[in-house]
């Protein structure tokens, strides 16, 4: 009789540590798989600042440089804007610049200067423009 309860509880213990590896398996493979997504993310990130990035050919590469900052700038509001309009996060109350800052992967000096070019304000001023122009639509 002590044998078939010393068998069940090793069965037992057995069975509890095959659960806890499938979920130590699980929980690894699925953290893997959020680092893989948040890796694709950076890399295409990269891809864009890269491409914005000026190329230095000649001598005369300062105004092509302050154009293609510009263009690389004004790529980055729109990406910015979208990104606030599309999921509404000016009406979040608690949105700050430093959420933004992470999402941009830019400094807050660049990013202040974003909005400060591309809407003639701070970034208070901008989403509490925002907000106005959604309580005048409702």
């Given at each position: 009789?002590?044998?078939?309860?010393?068998?069940?509880?090793?069965?037992?213990?057995?069975?509890?540590?095959?659960?806890?590896?499938?979920?130590?398996?699980?929980?690894?493979?699925?953290?893997?798989?959020?680092?893989?997504?948040?890796?694709?993310?950076?890399?295409q990130k990269q891809q864009a600042l890269n491409d914005c990035s000026p190329q230095k050919?000649?001598?005369?590469?300062?105004?092509?440089?302050?154009?293609?900052?510009?263009?690389?700038?004004?790529?980055?509001?729109?990406?910015?804007?979208?990104?606030?309009?599309?999921?509404?996060?000016y009406l979040k109350p608690t949105l700050s610049r430093d959420e933004l800052l992470k999402?941009?992967?830019?400094?807050?000096?660049?990013?202040?200067?974003?909005?400060?070019?591309?809407?003639?304000?701070?970034?208070?001023?901008?989403?509490?423009?925002?907000?106005?122009?959604?309580?005048?639509?409702?």
């Amino acid at each position: 009789m002590e044998t078939t309860h010393i068998h069940s509880f090793l069965i037992f213990l057995i069975i509890i540590i095959a659960l806890l590896l499938f979920i130590e398996s699980f929980t690894i493979y699925w953290l893997i798989r959020i680092i893989k997504k948040k890796n694709r993310l950076i890399k295409q990130k990269q891809q864009a600042l890269n491409d914005c990035s000026p190329q230095k050919e000649s001598d005369n590469t300062k105004t092509s440089d302050t154009k293609t900052k510009a263009e690389c700038d004004n790529e980055l509001f729109v990406e910015l804007n979208r990104i606030i309009i599309d999921e509404s996060l000016y009406l979040k109350p608690t949105l700050s610049r430093d959420e933004l800052l992470k999402r941009m992967h830019i400094n807050k000096n660049h990013f202040a200067n974003l909005i400060q070019k591309n809407t003639g304000t701070n970034f208070n001023g901008y989403i509490n423009n925002l907000r106005l122009e959604h309580a005048q639509c409702y």
